[in-house]
């Protein structure tokens, strides 16, 4: 059992960097693959990024590569999404999630077992 909480969501104008995080409770963190979703008001959720257990791989959406940034401290048990040049349409509810079935670049939600409750990011124009 996996217990996911995110923070570091906010208000910010664009351009404008944020970093969030998501703290994981349970000492088999370091197993599972992570995930970052979003999902904006009127919307599907979307994939938005992943990384595997170890780190060594990391996975983007296209509409934020070269953006983005995934990364996690297992010593932690957290996640971390790097936020750079936020765009209003970056504005959503961002989710973590953790699974340990396929691989990064493998999308579906349905491959994740663990959800956080989500932060809200806004971004004005």
């Known amino acids: 059992q996996v217990q996911l909480v995110e923070s570091g969501g906010g208000l910010v104008q664009a351009g404008d960097s944020l970093r969030l995080s998501c703290a994981a409770s349970?000492?088999?963190?370091?197993?599972?693959?992570m995930g970052w979703f979003r999902q904006a008001p009127g919307k599907e959720r979307e994939f938005v990024a992943a990384i595997s257990w170890s780190g060594g791989n990391t996975f983007h959406a296209d509409s934020v590569k070269g953006r983005f940034t995934i990364s996690r401290d297992n010593a932690k048990n957290t996640v971390y999404l790097q936020m750079n040049s936020l765009k209003p349409e970056d504005t959503a509810v961002y989710y973590c999630?953790?699974?340990?079935?396929?691989?990064?670049?493998?999308?579906?939600?349905?491959?994740?077992?663990?959800w956080g409750q989500g932060t809200q990011v806004t971004v004005s124009s």
């Open positions: 349970g000492r088999t963190f370091s197993s599972y693959r």
């Open positions: 999630a953790a699974g340990n079935r396929g691989t990064v670049t493998m999308t579906f939600e349905a491959l994740y077992d663990y």
